[in-house]
């Protein structure tokens, strides 16, 4: 049997580099425009590896909501900073379809 081969992370600098736009943190609602940053995964299923970043399908997400995710922010369970992940990620791409970021292929 023949091992899949390994896909590349999906990297676009114009994807992180849109969460300077975006009107808020995504998971927080926090409005301080400069700090909203791209978060990456932290799961090896994305992509995350020992010095890897999982693929650049990020979410939008201000320092503190990120350090949570990062696990810089003692006392939340892995199922929780999983959550605030993927909600901010979601609220992510659908900030990104509403204005026109990010366009559906015909």
Do not use: I
């Amino acid at each position: 049997m023949n091992p899949q081969p390994k896909q590349k992370n999906f990297r676009s600098q114009k994807l992180c580099d849109l969460a300077r736009e975006a009107p808020h943190c995504m998971y927080c609602g926090r409005t301080n425009m400069d700090d909203v940053v791209a978060c990456h995964s932290n799961h090896l299923a994305d992509g995350k590896g020992m010095s890897l970043k999982a693929s650049d399908a990020c979410a939008y997400l201000c320092p503190k909501c990120h350090d949570l995710v990062d696990e810089r922010t003692s006392g939340y369970s892995e199922e929780f900073r999983e959550y605030v992940f993927l909600y901010g990620a979601f609220k992510t791409w659908l900030w990104l379809l509403q204005t026109g970021h990010l366009k559906v292929a015909a």
